[in-house]
Nanobody, 124 residues
């Protein structure tokens, strides 16, 4: 069983920054790609970013490209999401998840383990 624990959420003003962290249990972290999703009240969960198992290749949703950066530290079993230039529309619960496959990386069903989420609130 894999456990993912997110942290780093909070309240920030528009234009500010936050860094989310997600620590994974187990010894296979380096073998898997990881991703971040978010869900705002009344909306479906949406893809934010994903990174491959080595941490060398990342892919972003258009809505966050150029503002968010995903990174992966296999020595620490941790994936990060650096969020800059935050906007009120970035307000959501952010989830990290593990991806066992290599296709359809933006689809939530292709991720098998999920964290409990961390709230990010951006005030205008």
């Amino acid at each position: 069983q894999v456990q993912l624990v997110e942290s780093g959420g909070g309240l920030v003003q528009a234009g500010g920054s936050l860094r989310l962290s997600c620590v994974a249990s187990g010894r296979t972290f380096s073998s898997y790609a990881m991703g971040w999703f978010r869900q705002a009240p009344g909306k479906e969960r949406e893809f934010v970013a994903t990174i491959d198992s080595s941490g060398g290749s990342a892919y972003y949703a258009d809505s966050v490209k150029g503002r968010f950066t995903i990174s992966k530290d296999n020595a620490k079993n941790t994936v990060y999401l650096q969020m800059n230039s935050l906007k009120p529309e970035d307000t959501a619960v952010y989830y990290c998840a593990r991806r066992p496959g290599v296709v359809r990386v933006t689809i939530a069903n292709n991720y098998d383990y999920w964290g409990q989420g961390t709230q990010v609130t951006v005030s205008s």
